[in-house]
């Protein structure tokens, strides 16, 4: 893992006159220059790279490469193992759990529930193949979904936040309300690609993600798609770069979220390769950065330990990868590249698929309460583990 930079501290205000939306480096990044590149560098280059190899591959031997891309952003990249580091997280820092009232209960009974959610899905493989593949494909492509944009619009706040105390302008008008409508309105966009429009031009092509639901939008409605992602993105960056000096980390951030979207909507096999990579990334520098120690802290996990103890904690979720790349046959599709059929023929395999299935919703559940930064409680606790105090 690329170190992180030191805390987050505020540095001196920019006061030199620049030209409208020059782009302003220095203080700004987020973790560190090299990490905040790294987030958007290796998951672009992993889905480009393969998707120009697969045309230079035989067909077998493609489909070989988009599944071990696919696997390699869903568990080295960490999508799918970067779960368990919120439970890491609680274990040593206790005040993340308990910042607001009532939040420790809630997380429990919570993380209870999708435990039980997990046994049914795990119960589904007996009863119905079909209702399965429904509740896997849908279940945590939209929670799944949902979850990627809104950790995106959390880092996007963190840049403003981080351009505000360098002294930079606050985001305009234009752009909070923006910033309001991109986790509903990218969501909507890529749930109605990846399951009501066909995925290529043929008369009788299915959606990207086929569950059943019969026929489908035809493959130029896309365009529509498009038409709003680009009109979305070109005035969010019209309200960014009107600012005399803008947040060049920001900027950047900016265009990876542009870039993953925009990916998934015109090529979905390769989107779900960058989408979810980034998505993993994030979310190793966040816990990282989080389980530092602060200032009035009880010494629980010294610096040196805390990229071993991420590792070890994800070991498990790291060999269920490893046993299903193995077996895994076909392509992979969708947020957690679920393609479960060759669990069927394993029952221990089937329980701990389930547990780790079960995992990630409580993941989604936990995520939900700790990241309230409306409630000011939490928004306190959760800024000095940030190292925004």
């Avoid at 950790?151 to 752009?175: D, N």
């Amino acid at each position: 893992m690329t170190p992180l930079s030191p805390a987050v501290n505020p540095s001196s205000p920019v006061m030199a006159p620049s030209p409208r939306g020059a782009l302003a480096f220095r203080d700004l990044w987020l973790f560190s220059p090299r990490a905040d590149f790294l987030i958007v560098a290796l998951p672009l280059a992993l889905a480009l790279c393969t998707a120009a190899a697969m045309g230079l591959l035989a067909p077998g031997a493609a489909e070989n490469a988009h599944r071990l891309s696919a696997w390699t952003a869903q568990n080295l990249l960490g999508n799918a193992t970067h779960v368990i580091l919120t439970f890491l997280l609680f274990a040593v820092h206790r005040d993340v759990l308990t910042a607001a009232p009532g939040q420790p209960r809630q997380v429990l009974a919570g993380s209870l529930a999708m435990l039980g959610v997990g046994t049914v899905l795990f119960f589904t493989f007996y009863a119905e193949r079909t209702a399965h593949t429904y509740g896997v494909a849908v279940l945590f492509n939209v929670f799944g979904t949902h979850h990627t944009l809104s950790q995106h619009r959390g880092i996007w706040s963190l840049h403003g936040l981080r351009a505000s105390k360098a002294g930079l302008p606050g985001a305009s008008t234009v752009e909070r309300k923006l910033q309001q409508m991109y986790v509903p309105l990218m969501l909507t966009l890529l749930l109605v690609r990846i399951f009501f429009v066909a995925e290529s031009p043929g008369p009788t092509a299915p959606a990207y993600l086929d569950v059943g639901q019969g026929h489908v939008l035809p493959h130029g409605a896309l365009a529509v798609l498009l038409a709003v992602w680009l009109g979305y993105f070109l005035l969010l960056f019209r309200s960014v770069m009107r600012t005399e000096a803008v947040s060049g980390p920001k900027v950047l951030y900016l265009l990876a979220m542009a870039t993953a979207t925009g990916l998934v909507l015109v090529a979905p096999t390769w989107g779900y390769v960058m989408l979810p990579a980034m998505h993993g990334l994030e979310y190793y520098m966040l816990t990282a950065r989080m389980l530092e120690p602060r200032e009035g802290d009880a010494p629980r996990l010294p610096r040196k330990f805390i990229v071993p103890a991420m590792i070890a904690s994800m070991l498990p979720l790291l060999a269920l990868g490893a046993v299903h790349g193995l077996i895994q046959q076909g392509v992979m599709r969708g947020a957690l590249g679920s393609n479960m059929g060759a669990a069927e023929m394993h029952p221990m395999l089937r329980v701990a698929t389930s547990l780790g299935f079960a995992c990630v919703l409580a993941h989604y559940f936990a995520d939900a309460l700790i990241y309230r930064f409306r409630i000011p409680s939490i928004r306190a606790v959760m800024l000095k583990r940030l190292g925004f105090s």
